[in-house]
């Protein structure tokens, strides 16, 4: 072979693999423009199968799943979609060749909604979550040798979710401290427990406030434990945390008004009026927005309604800035509420 038909060879070998080069970067088969394909088939496929709370990236033709599963059947189900979204003809040329889980479950996410609730009697009403048998058990039995008048529990078992021994360990801590108190409650969810109530004295609100800084990690504990005569020890720093001490103020019953008025139950009165107090506690950057529902009355007596409860949340001490009421048409539940951040 002469020098020359070396030199061209060289060159057409070049230009081929600068052609494979720009195909493989830029071109319709560039491993950028088979992950997008992918991903986007995949994504569609997940939708169409109702499985849209999953989420796909894509690295090279291998797909990485991620998204919260409302059950583990749908966890299977999305990565059967995943992989079976394109046809599987092998690298480059075809389709997802592996998916590699990366999603959780929705209940784990979320955790356990656990609350106790004790009256002036000393006895505690305990409902919401627990992970097993064992757990629900030996919390009933805390309860039972800890408040002077026992415990009524009521607790869901609901396998597979967030309950651990850390989790555990922390709902019998918050029980012991709230069996001091005079009254309270105490409301748990995810990682954040919030506890109201009121002590017999300043000693007994200190080392209450001061047992509950320390529950196991990752567990945090935002409080107001009011002692009588001396003002209330507060630990309330962030949004999650006023979420949490709200909840413990509300109560177990579903606020609501007396049929066809707009009077509120002595119940619902009562509460309105805790969570004022509670929520003045607060940062000054969140707001407290309540939903009063147009229910079968009609507008006339919603707008009836949101006046009353503007009015014991003020008489509860909230300052009217901090407050903003609404009136929902679709709305299950008479009065609802949630926290905001106030712009600016």
């Known amino acids: 072979m002469t020098q020359r038909s070396r030199k061209l060879l060289l060159m057409a070998g070049g230009a081929w693999l ?9 071109g319709p088969l560039s491993v950028g423009a088979i992950e997008n394909r992918l991903q ?15 989420h796909v990236e894509m690295d090279g033709q291998h797909a990485i799943l991620s998204g919260a599963a ?26 997802i060749t592996g998916v590699t889980d990366n999603m959780t479950n929705a209940r784990l996410e979320r955790g356990f909604a656990f609350r106790a609730d004790m009256a002036l009697r000393g006895r505690v009403l305990i409902r919401g979550d627990a992970p097993n048998a064992n757990a629900r058990d030996g919390i009933s039995r805390f309860a039972e040798n800890n408040f002077s008048s026992g415990a009524d529990t009521d607790l869901t078992l609901v396998p597979g979710g967030a309950g651990t021994e850390a989790w555990e360990d922390a709902v019998q801590r918050l029980l012991g401290q709230l069996a001091r108190l005079e009254r309270g ?25 001061s047992t509950l800084s320390r529950l196991p990690e990752p567990y945090d504990v935002a409080m107001i ?25 509300h109560g177990t019953d579903d606020l609501r008004f007396d049929r066809e008025a707009a009077s509120p139950s002595p119940m619902t009165e009562t509460a309105l009026r805790r969570m004022a107090r ?21 507008d006339a007596l919603a707008a ?31 009065i609802t509420f949630e926290i905001e951040e106030i712009e600016g």
């Open 278 to 298: 509670v929520f003045s506690a607060c940062p000054d950057n969140l707001r407290l927005n309540v939903a009063v529902a147009v229910a079968d009355g009609g």
């Open 185 to 209: 409650s105490v409301f748990l969810e995810g990682q954040q427990a919030g506890l109201v109530g009121d002590a017999a004295n300043p000693q007994v609100a200190r080392s209450v406030a």
């Open 225 to 249: 434990v009011t002692p009588s005569g001396a003002p209330a020890e507060v630990s309330v720093e962030n949004e999650a945390a006023c979420r949490a001490v709200i909840r413990a103020a």
């Open 304 to 334: 009836e309604r949101r006046e009353t409860v503007r009015g014991l949340l003020l008489a509860g001490g909230l300052v009217e800035d901090r407050l903003t009421l609404s009136a929902p048409t679709d709305a299950v539940q008479l």
């Open 18 to 26: 600068a052609l494979t080069v720009l195909a493989t970067s830029f």
């Open 40 to 54: 986007s088939q995949a994504e569609a496929e997940l939708e169409r199968r109702g499985l849209g709370w999953a």
């Open 70 to 95: 409302p059950s583990d059947e749908a966890r299977a189900d999305a990565r059967s979609v995943v992989l079976a979204s394109t046809w599987s003809g092998g690298v480059v040329a075809g389709g």
